[in-house]
């Protein structure tokens, strides 16, 4: 038996330009095309709120005054009718004559010429998370059963999207919560891609590149960006060469033994690069990135200039300037003589000092320092 499609065809293409938002702004800008094309409507409307403590983004296709949804009397209704998913305008009072009447109808729907309308509620648990409002002039006339049905139809739809909205927005969260994470951390690290573009490149890493073109006292002077020295990026070149060589011969799977490689500058070896060529999956589909990791190693040797590794868990929970001020007490110096050699006021350091004490759960310099150890 020939089964009748849900959505109608010539929604396709706007269904897939819902399911396709990235943010907030495509998501509306999907929402008013795709109820631009389904049902004749005066005005649309987006309310959203998914954080409870962060302000509602509110969107309307023509001037909407504020606080639409804290209205007397739609408000009294959300809260009894939790759950509910559709809701007329009409029925949130007793009967037609008292809804042209209220104050609601003269504030909100007289000015933009509209008589009709029907909310869509998008509920988290017990929480209302968004509202999508569709409103239509008095020529127009309310909602008929089967645009009632199509918009049941398409309330999934919008469920879906607005899901998978929530998911990138806390994936966008969590990527951003890592990346100033690693930003933080002492050891200086590079992500190449295979056409040896920069991924990512975290603020240490930054820094032993300006070391490396301009030296030690000319990279202090100036705060200027310096480039992937070019020593690094010809090693880079020739392991692609490799890998590419190696490449046909292994048709079975991924390259994984190309041993790692060392670059020295050419005159202060002590700074060195560790490259390595990382597969991107197991499936040896995609090209290789190249992880590097840098080193100062006179400073690893000094022991004071630089944070020793066994130190690492520790100091990444800190800004710069407190593992400076750290270091600084695990030297045996005092408030002032840490004010006057990191040039900070006496206020600032203690700041600094309530601030490395709370994150690293100590009560004392004494404990402090054992823990650095």
């Known amino acids: 038996m020939k089964r009748e499609a849900v959505i109608d065809p010539s929604l396709e293409k706007t269904l897939l330009s819902l399911h396709a938002a990235m943010d907030v702004g495509s998501f509306w800008k999907a929402i008013q095309q795709l109820l631009a094309a389904a049902i004749p409507n005066r005005l649309i409307g987006l309310m959203l709120q998914p954080n409870p403590i962060l302000p509602m983004i509110a969107r309307w296709t023509l001037p909407m005054p504020d606080g639409f949804f804290t209205a007397e009397p739609l408000e009294n209704y959300v809260a009894a009718q939790q759950r509910q998913r559709f809701v007329r305008i009409s029925e949130l009072f007793s009967n037609r004559s008292s809804l042209m009447k209220s104050a609601f109808y003269r504030r909100y729907m007289a000015p933009q010429r509209c008589a009709y309308g029907v909310c869509l509620f998008f509920w ?31 309330y999934p739809q919008f469920l879906t999207a607005l899901w998978r909205l929530r998911s990138l927005e806390r994936e966008h969260s969590l990527r951003m919560d890592l990346e100033a994470f690693l930003s933080r951390l002492p050891l200086p690290t590079i992500l190449l891609r295979w056409n040896l573009k920069p991924i990512y490149q975290n603020r240490a890493a930054r820094d032993f590149c300006a070391v490396w ?14 480039p992937i020295p070019f020593e690094i990026l010809d090693r880079c070149r020739l392991l692609k060469q490799q890998w590419a060589h190696a490449q046909p011969r292994t048709l079975s799977g991924p390259q994984t033994g190309f041993k790692e ?18 597969q991107l999956s197991s499936c040896g589909v995609a090209q290789p ?28 929970r800190l800004t710069r300037r407190e593992q400076e001020v750290a270091q600084l007490v695990c030297e045996g110096r005092s408030n002032q003589e ?25 009560t004392s310099r004494s404990r402090l320092i054992a823990l650095m150890r």
């Open 338 to 362: 840490i004010a006057d050699g990191a040039r900070l006021s006496l206020p600032m350091v203690k700041k600094h000092l309530h601030a490395i004490f709370r994150k690293l759960e100590v």
């Open 124 to 154: 988290k648990r017990q929480r209302l998370i968004c509202v999508i409002v569709i409103m239509r002039t008095a020529t127009q006339g309310d909602l008929s059963p089967t645009e009632m049905n199509l918009i049941r139809q398409l």
């Open 289 to 316: 990135h190249f992880l590097i990791e840098c080193e100062d190693l006179h400073r690893q040797a000094g022991g004071h200039t630089e944070p020793a590794s066994s130190n690492l868990p520790h100091l990444i």
């Open 261 to 278: 490689q060392r670059v020295h500058h050419p005159r202060s070896p002590h700074l060195r690069a560790t490259l390595h060529l990382k």
């Open 213 to 226: 073109e301009k030296g030690t006292e000319d990279a202090q002077l100036t705060k200027a960006t310096s």
